[in-house]
């Protein structure tokens, strides 16, 4: 029988992805072991428990696997991490070790997508500055107050991976024009998704609204400094929920402090995000922390598709959401 190590400490985040009918579902697999911690496995502890684990599920609040670790995991076959990231968590040597890996991103995505509209949206509406011009100013400006549209907008991707890909279908009943700059991605996509390939230059200087899905590579860190920001025309809207190392974060406050665009933003250099951050006062940026993907039920989800995965490779194919060497690559 298949051993089962399960590396969530246990706990509240623990038992939000894995309730009673996954914990069913995960025990008909193998013989699964918990780790029975209010806290993370020590690299140490990890690498004695994991000496003779078949099976693997990782996630958040789990340590890294580190080339100790990986030396000490000679029975392992399949690691499930129930989450989007696994850069962070796993090292490139994880695939020259005839180790199948695969991740939860697509329940994700879908509702990052979301958040990210939900953040369009509020910029185009100027939902924040009309709240507390309500709560605050007590103030009631009537027809004085113009706010703007999304319908026949031009809007900007810069990356194109699950979320941009869900984004795209929810942008579609507002008649948007979609330019997208992804250097991965073939032109093939332009007809299948009714999209424009180009440049990141193009994109910066010809789109009413931009919206971040890059991934974080060393190619992307600080793509978008301010030699790039000062190509974004006054009153654009600039949104990201991918990831903060893509700007030079200097840069960027010093141009939202120029005024000449409004930003939503969801990730940042440092989180949480300290309290004197030049971000935290700037009245042109709707800031949300790191969450605008985070829906209960998509954890469910999440651990339901690694546990899909998992049944798929013991049956002996492929699972759907494998992660490839290249994968790992470009991935966020």
């Given at each position: 029988?298949?051993?089962?190590?399960?590396?969530?400490?246990?706990?509240?985040?623990?038992?939000?992805?894995?309730?009673?009918?996954?914990?069913?579902?995960?025990?008909?697999?193998?013989?699964?072991?918990?780790?029975?911690?209010?806290?993370?496995?020590?690299?140490?502890?990890?690498?004695?428990?994991?000496?003779?684990?078949?099976?693997?599920?990782?996630?958040?609040?789990?340590?890294?696997?580190?080339?100790?670790?990986?030396?000490?995991?000679?029975?392992?076959?399949?690691?499930?991490?129930?989450?989007?990231?696994?850069?962070?968590?796993?090292?490139?040597?994880?695939?020259?070790?005839?180790?199948?890996?695969?991740?939860?991103?697509?329940?994700?995505?879908?509702?990052?997508?979301?958040?990210?509209?939900?953040?369009?949206?509020?910029?185009?509406?100027?939902?924040?500055?009309?709240?507390?011009?309500?709560?605050?100013?007590?103030?009631?400006?009537?027809?004085?107050?113009?706010?703007?549209?999304?319908?026949?907008?031009?809007?900007?991707?810069?990356?194109?991976?699950?979320?941009?890909?869900?984004?795209?279908?929810?942008?579609?009943?507002?008649?948007?024009?979609?330019?997208?700059?992804?250097?991965?991605?073939?032109?093939?996509?332009?007809?299948?998704?009714?999209?424009?390939?180009?440049?990141?230059?193009?994109?910066?200087?010809?789109?009413?609204?931009?919206?971040?899905?890059?991934?974080?590579?060393?190619?992307?860190?600080?793509?978008?400094?301010?030699?790039?920001?000062?190509?974004?025309?006054?009153?654009?809207?600039?949104?990201?929920?991918?990831?903060?190392?893509?700007?030079?974060?200097?840069?960027?406050?010093?141009?939202?402090?120029?005024?000449?665009?409004r930003a939503a933003l969801d990730v940042f250099h440092q989180e949480p995000l300290p309290a004197d951050n030049d971000l935290r006062r700037l009245p042109n940026v709707i800031l949300t922390p790191?969450?605008?993907?985070?829906?209960?039920?998509?954890?469910?989800?999440?651990?339901?598709?690694?546990?899909?995965?998992?049944?798929?490779?013991?049956?002996?194919?492929?699972?759907?959401?494998?992660?490839?060497?290249?994968?790992?690559?470009?991935?966020?």
């Amino acid at each position: 029988m298949n051993k089962i190590l399960v590396l969530h400490p246990k706990g509240y985040t623990r038992d939000t992805f894995f309730p009673d009918n996954l914990k069913e579902q995960l025990n008909k697999l193998g013989e699964v072991y918990w780790n029975g911690n209010e806290r993370a496995y020590t690299e140490e502890e990890l690498t004695e428990v994991i000496k003779d684990i078949d099976i693997c599920l990782t996630g958040w609040e789990v340590p890294k696997f580190t080339k100790t670790v990986l030396d000490s995991a000679k029975k392992l076959k399949f690691i499930g991490h129930i989450g989007g990231n696994i850069r962070f968590f796993l090292p490139i040597e994880v695939f020259d070790r005839n180790i199948v890996v695969t991740n939860a991103a697509e329940p994700m995505a879908k509702h990052v997508a979301e958040g990210t509209l939900t953040l369009m949206l509020a910029l185009l509406k100027d939902v924040v500055g009309n709240n507390n011009s309500m709560k605050y100013d007590k103030a009631w400006p009537g027809n004085y107050m113009y706010t703007d549209t999304l319908y026949g907008k031009r809007v900007g991707l810069v990356g194109l991976g699950r979320i941009g890909r869900y984004l795209i279908k929810l942008l579609k009943p507002f008649d948007v024009q979609i330019s997208v700059y992804d250097p991965y991605i073939p032109e093939t996509v332009e007809d299948e998704l009714g999209i424009k390939l180009t440049t990141l230059d193009d994109v910066l200087m010809n789109s009413d609204i931009i919206s971040i899905h890059a991934a974080s590579t060393e190619e992307t860190y600080k793509m978008l400094d301010l030699e790039k920001l000062q190509l974004i025309p006054y009153g654009t809207y600039l949104i990201n929920t991918a990831r903060a190392a893509i700007f030079d974060e200097s840069a960027l406050i010093a141009e939202l402090k120029r005024g000449r665009f409004r930003a939503a933003l969801d990730v940042f250099h440092q989180e949480p995000l300290p309290a004197d951050n030049d971000l935290r006062r700037l009245p042109n940026v709707i800031l949300t922390p790191h969450m605008v993907g985070m829906v209960a039920e998509t954890r469910h989800e999440m651990t339901q598709c690694v546990i899909n995965d998992l049944k798929l490779f013991l049956k002996g194919e492929k699972p759907k959401f494998q992660i490839t060497k290249h994968m790992y690559n470009i991935m966020a």
